[in-house]
């Protein structure tokens, strides 16, 4: 069993090192990257979303530090996003940090009102604070081709960088859910307070999550500036990432490794693919109905859908 699994991984990789010698149409690898992008934000997303149980939709937040950062440093200061990239990373873990210990004592509804008014004030600095971000008008990133600025004339690089980053950020997900922090993550989702009474270090726990989460999805950011070479509020910290990025994730399976990738392979072509040929209106409604048909069909994601469905095929044949 383990060879096979070996074996199948072997496979698997090879076949996405080999996609963009295969799909050479633009806009199919520029859809493969942008799916490679939201899975990496869905995944950063579930270690606090699904694993700590704390929904955040204020993740576009740091998504957009994490932009920002890397960018002001490029433009400012001529630094590497190389190097940017994880300037922007320890500042968003540490806002992520200081987030977590100040809604310590929310739970439920409470929890997700604070996470959505801290994502809404990023946004409305964002906006504001022209003489730094230039507002609504934006920053570009001027091309300057090469490995070390993280600007490439073709999309080839791009692909293996977000493949990078999303194995970055599965890869952690598995080491958290091997660790003891794995535990004492999934046991403060169940119970907060049942966990607490067995001696589960509550406060350390959430602050941990909350900046492995935010120092993720802060390096997600670095790549869409880099990919884009444009960034501005509305692209970087608007509401509606963080519901995506949320979404993304409970579409695919929270609190599983694999669902996060699940669902961007799902939710990002529909929405894509739709806007592409139905176009404004129509297109948001055919998406929406598709993601109440998969929730309804899926209740517990797409990844658990098919463990389900593993689940009986195996006892189906044992029997």
């Given at each position: 069993?383990?060879l096979?699994?070996?074996?199948?991984?072997?496979?698997?990789?090879?076949?996405?090192?080999?996609?963009?010698?295969?799909?050479?149409?633009?806009?199919?690898?520029?859809?493969?990257?942008?799916?490679?992008?939201?899975?990496?934000?869905?995944?950063?997303?579930?270690?606090?979303?699904?694993?700590?149980?704390?929904?955040?939709?204020?993740?576009?937040?740091?998504?957009?530090?994490?932009?920002?950062?890397?960018?002001?440093?490029?433009?400012?200061?001529?630094?590497?996003?190389?190097?940017?990239?994880?300037?922007?990373a320890?500042?968003?873990?540490?806002?992520?940090?200081?987030?977590?210990?100040?809604?310590?004592?929310?739970?439920?509804?409470?929890?997700?009102?604070?996470?959505?008014?801290?994502?809404?004030?990023?946004?409305?600095?964002?906006?504001?604070?022209?003489?730094?971000?230039?507002?609504?008008?934006?920053?570009?990133?001027?091309?300057?081709?090469?490995?070390?600025?993280?600007?490439?004339?073709?999309?080839?690089?791009?692909?293996?960088?977000?493949?990078?980053?999303?194995?970055?950020?599965?890869?952690?997900?598995i080491?958290i859910?091997?660790?003891?922090?794995?535990?004492?993550?999934?046991?403060?989702?169940?119970?907060?307070?049942?966990?607490?009474?067995?001696?589960v270090?509550?406060?350390?726990?959430?602050?941990?999550?909350?900046?492995?989460?935010?120092?993720?999805?802060?390096?997600?950011?670095?790549?869409?500036?880099?990919?884009?070479?444009?960034?501005?509020p509305?692209?970087?910290?608007?509401?509606?990432?963080?519901?995506?990025?949320?979404?993304?994730?409970?579409?695919?399976?929270?609190?599983?490794?694999?669902?996060?990738?699940?669902?961007?392979?799902?939710?990002?072509?529909?929405?894509?693919?739709?806007?592409?040929?139905?176009?404004?209106?129509?297109?948001?409604?055919?998406?929406?109905?598709?993601?109440?048909?998969?929730?309804?069909?899926?209740?517990?994601?797409?990844?658990?859908?098919?463990?389900?469905?593993?689940?009986?095929?195996?006892r189906?044949?044992?029997?």
């Amino acid at each position: 069993m383990r060879l096979a699994t070996i074996l199948g991984g072997a496979v698997l990789l090879a076949v996405l090192l080999a996609v963009p010698l295969v799909v050479t149409n633009l806009f199919w690898l520029n859809l493969a990257i942008t799916v490679l992008l939201w899975a990496a934000l869905a995944s950063a997303w579930n270690i606090s979303g699904g694993l700590a149980g704390g929904l955040s939709l204020g993740h576009a937040a740091y998504f957009g530090i994490g932009a920002y950062v890397t960018t002001l440093l490029f433009l400012r200061l001529g630094i590497s996003p190389w190097l940017g990239m994880w300037a922007g990373a320890a500042l968003a873990a540490a806002i992520g940090a200081g987030l977590a210990t100040i809604t310590l004592r929310l739970r439920g509804p409470f929890f997700v009102l604070a996470t959505l008014a801290f994502g809404i004030v990023i946004h409305i600095v964002a906006v504001n604070w022209r003489e730094v971000t230039r507002g609504a008008a934006g920053l570009v990133l001027p091309f300057s081709g090469g490995p070390e600025n993280m600007m490439f004339a073709g999309l080839a690089p791009y692909w293996y960088i977000g493949l990078a980053l999303v194995g970055l950020c599965v890869g952690t997900t598995i080491a958290i859910r091997r660790s003891r922090l794995g535990y004492y993550l999934v046991a403060l989702r169940e119970d907060e307070d049942a966990a607490r009474s067995l001696g589960v270090r509550v406060v350390q726990c959430k602050v941990i999550a909350s900046a492995i989460s935010a120092a993720l999805t802060a390096l997600a950011g670095t790549f869409y500036a880099t990919f884009v070479q444009y960034i501005d509020p509305a692209s970087t910290t608007q509401f509606n990432i963080s519901v995506q990025i949320a979404l993304v994730a409970i579409v695919g399976g929270m609190g599983t490794v694999i669902g996060p990738v699940l669902g961007a392979l799902v939710v990002v072509p529909l929405g894509e693919l739709s806007r592409a040929y139905l176009g404004g209106g129509p297109a948001l409604m055919v998406y929406g109905l598709l993601l109440i048909v998969i929730v309804l069909a899926v209740p517990r994601g797409i990844a658990g859908g098919i463990e389900s469905v593993t689940r009986h095929l195996r006892r189906r044949r044992n029997s």
